[in-house]
Nanobody
């Protein structure tokens, strides 16, 4: 499976962005997908996951502000980001796993190329 992330950009604090992850390959509906992010000088961290059955889970840092969703008809995963903060600045990566549910990046075998989100004051 191949993943292509898009939708990043420059946004002011308090603003919104929607990231998309277009997925090619077979059996989209059988994968769980997640968004991770990596800020400059920091380790990659989990942000949100949507399981193959549609269950969702968020990191505490984004809970209530970000919404992850999937469209099985369009083979696309989304991350709606609202009320963006300066600390949300990072490269955002979408990833896929055959595990039902995991927040550990090492358990994701497929990765997109990343899209940069910059939040300004």
């Amino acid at each position: 499976v191949q993943l292509q992330a898009s939708g990043g950009g420059l946004v002011q604090a308090g603003g919104s962005l929607r990231l998309s992850c277009a997925v090619s390959g077979r059996s989209f509906s059988t994968y769980s997908f997640a968004w991770f992010r990596q800020a400059p000088g920091k380790e990659r961290e989990f942000a949100a996951v949507v399981t193959w059955s549609g269950g969702v889970y968020y990191a505490d840092s984004v809970k209530g502000r970000f919404t992850i969703s999937r469209d099985n008809a369009k083979n696309t995963v989304y991350l709606q980001m609202n009320s963006l903060k300066l600390e949300d600045t990072a490269v955002y990566y979408c990833a896929a796993t055959t595990n039902v549910f995991t927040t550990t990046f090492r358990e994701y075998g497929y990765w997109g190329q990343g899209t940069l989100v910059t939040v300004s004051s």
